[in-house]
């Protein structure tokens, strides 16, 4: 029998405006606004010294902005004026507010700088959400 390798599907690109707390899985094309260093500190695990490093970068595209929290090595692709695509992205929600977040699982990359400007009026994480339990009778 001959093996047939599965078709990659290419991936759907959402928009900022379209995220939602709690969602996972999405594949976004952004361009950093900013990019601030909150924690740089080293601690050592047997031999090694490993440098533990977290940003906050305001990253966004035509429709608003996010925070994006980059840690370790993603904190040196997030340069302003950068554009970067984000795959397999997730909601993370801190303090009430929605945060960007890339982990193992998910990749990020450099592309070829977009031609769209940021929408810096409409910034997602300023938006504080509150979890409510409903109660049904």
Aim: with cysteine; net charge neutral; hydrophobic share 40%.
């Amino acid at each position: 029998m001959a093996e047939s390798k599965p078709t990659m599907r290419k991936p759907e690109f959402t928009k900022v405006d379209q995220l939602r707390p709690g969602t996972g899985g999405h594949t976004l094309s952004v361009k950093v606004v900013s990019s601030k260093m909150v924690l740089q500190k080293g601690r050592t695990a047997g031999p090694q010294v490993r440098q533990m490093r977290l940003a906050e970068c305001l990253v966004g595209d035509e429709t608003g902005m996010i925070v994006f929290t980059a840690r370790n090595d993603q904190v040196d692709v997030m340069k302003p004026d950068t554009t970067v695509i984000l795959r397999n992205a997730k909601i993370d929600m801190f303090k009430g507010s929605m945060r960007l977040a890339v982990d193992k699982w998910g990749r990020m990359e450099v592309t070829d700088p977009a031609d769209f400007t940021v929408k810096e009026d409409s910034n997602l994480s300023l938006i504080e959400y509150e979890l409510v339990t409903v109660v049904e009778q």
